[in-house]
């Protein structure tokens, strides 16, 4: 059984950032592809991008690229998602994902977190 856990959300202003991680407890967590989704009050879990399990190719959703950064320490069972820039429709619970990248996109997630919140103030 695979967990995940996140930390690092909390109220940040407009135009401030933070650092979301995503905590793994498996050994095998290299072998995984990671993603960072969003869940607003109200709407559907959108998808924010997505690392493969060398962190050489990463995808970014339209609405946060050149905002957001996501990266992985896999010797730390670790994924990142570093927020620039933030605004007030950023905000969501901010969930990981462990799964699989098939044909260049997003395909399942095997494993989820239990979400951090992030609230962005104007």
């Known amino acids: 059984q695979v967990q995940l856990v996140e930390s690092g959300g909390g109220l940040v202003q407009a135009g401030g950032s933070l650092r979301l991680s995503c905590a793994a407890s498996?050994?095998?967590?290299?072998?995984?592809?990671m993603a960072w989704f969003r869940q607003a009050p109200g709407k559907e879990r959108e998808f924010v991008g997505t690392?493969?399990?060398?962190?050489?190719?990463?995808y970014y959703a339209d609405s946060v690229k050149g905002r957001f950064t996501i990266s992985r320490e896999n010797a730390k069972n670790t994924v990142y998602l570093q927020m620039n820039r933030l605004k007030p429709e950023d905000t969501a619970v901010y969930y990981c994902?462990?799964?699989?990248?098939?044909?260049?996109?997003?395909?399942?997630?095997?494993?989820w977190g239990q979400g951090t919140q992030v609230t962005v103030s104007s």
């Open positions: 994902a462990a799964g699989v990248i098939s044909g260049g996109s997003w395909s399942r997630a095997d494993y």
């Open positions: 690392i493969n399990w060398t962190g050489g190719s990463i």
């Open positions: 498996v050994r095998t967590f290299s072998r995984y592809a």
